[in-house]
């Protein structure tokens, strides 16, 4: 996988509770699946688990695509498994830019928000220890490419006051 940044990608290895910070000045990153463990630049050493992020906090790319957060990697066979970690409302303004046109009245986009917010909910309660909350497909939901989220809907309430009052009541 090529990460790349606008910015500086800081990474970490995370061995037994311990952070190594491997790189905090790079633009670009090579990680590939070698001998059971992941490689940084081909770099000789392995390691079970590493963290990405973009040093200034926002977007980076994962092969070309866009993203937000921060990319866990962990070891596995035969492929490793990367895990995007997004907070909620970043992650509910991409379902809207991916599941509806944006030019939809404000009823509508909110309507959408709750039920996205609630199968988020739903499915990171039911897959607590598998590593995840939702899958990259249309299994889950479908995420809009981040160029797509306008102002509009990273301003938009996102259904927040009204789930909050369903999940904590």
Known sequence: ?????????????????????????????????????????????????????????????????????????????????????VSLEAYIAQILAGEMPLSYPDEALMAQAIAARSYAVQAALRRRSEGYDVRDDESSQVLGPLASVTPRVERHPCGRRHLAGAVGG
Not at 10 to 31: C, E, F, G, Y
Not at 40 to 47: C, N, V, W
């Open 1 to 85: 996988w090529t990460l790349t940044s606008e910015t500086s990608l800081k990474v970490s290895s995370n061995a037994q509770d311990t952070h190594q910070m491997l790189s905090d000045d790079a633009r670009r990153l090579t990680i590939s699946n070698r001998n059971g463990g992941l490689a940084i630049h081909g770099d000789d050493s392995t390691y079970q688990a590493l963290h990405v992020w973009s040093a200034d906090g926002n977007s980076f790319s994962i092969n070309g695509t866009a993203c937000r957060g921060s990319l866990w990697a962990k070891a596995g066979a035969p492929e490793p498994t990367l895990v995007l970690h």
